[in-house]
């Protein structure tokens, strides 16, 4: 099993550019997880999502969307990025009832 | 609301002397923690958690953490520190249906050989 992969592994993106990053498991988990990580912070939930179809705002949803239009995967988008954007973003998901979360290696993302 | 505080940005130690990586939290109900550990230029990974049960949890690589519920604490233990236990190390609440985690701002563990 490959896990969580996370694509692409780095960016860079001018102001007002979009862009997806793409999160896929495959170990059937319901419940996928939107991060991102900046020094001194600790990571916060951008959006998240309890099952196919699903999705949710997290603590800082502000300037992203998310699509789970099938159970593997999980998008985020940046429709219009901002240097605050800069950042290294993780996905993860679990299977609900062990708690539990599994990462990915993360995508980092500068925005000029 | 849910929060979680590490209130040291950085712990050294020497090699084969036990460490200890403190993490406090705060949440309105039955509280699941967990600690993660980060490699450079890596994801996170899962160590340990505590759901229920008994207070000492054990997990990879040495590690153990011990709840406190009076002391709303979990901290993060190892009896003999690794050269390689270096890394940064994340404590997590979660606190309802949805298992979204609340996060530390981290620590830096550093061992000296």
């Known amino acids: 099993n490959a896990g969580v992969t996370q694509t692409p592994k780095f960016r860079v993106l001018k102001t007002g550019q979009s862009m997806t990053l793409l999160c896929a498991q495959d170990?059937?988990?319901?419940?996928m997880y939107w991060y991102r990580q900046d020094p001194g912070m600790g990571l916060r939930l951008i959006h998240y999502s309890v099952g196919e179809g699903t999705t949710a705002k997290g603590e800082v949803p502000d300037g992203y969307n998310v699509s789970r239009l099938k159970k593997q995967n999980f998008l985020l988008g940046l429709e219009s990025a901002a240097p605050s954007q800069t950042s290294v973003y993780f996905c993860?998901?679990?299977?609900?009832?062990?708690?539990?979360?599994?990462f990915g290696p993360g995508t980092r993302l500068t925005v000029t | 609301a849910q929060s979680v505080a590490q209130p040291e940005d950085q712990v050294n130690v020497a090699e084969g002397n036990p460490l200890t990586v403190k993490c406090t939290y705060s949440?309105?109900?039955?509280?699941?923690l967990f600690w993660y550990v980060q490699y450079p230029n890596r994801g996170l990974q899962f160590l340990l958690k505590y759901i229920t049960g008994d207070n000492l949890v054990k997990g990879s690589y040495g590690f153990e953490a011990e709840f406190n519920k009076s002391q709303t604490s979990f901290h993060l233990k190892k009896p003999s520190a690794l050269v390689s236990d270096s890394a940064l190390y994340f404590c997590?609440?979660?606190?309802?249906?949805?298992?979204?985690?609340?996060f530390g701002s981290g620590t830096r563990l550093l061992v000296r050989p």
């Open positions: 997590a609440v979660s606190a309802d249906s949805s298992y979204k985690l609340i």
């Open positions: 993860a998901s679990s299977g609900g009832g062990s708690h539990e979360q599994y």
């Open positions: 949440v309105s109900g039955n509280p699941y």
């Open positions: 170990m059937n988990h319901e419940y």
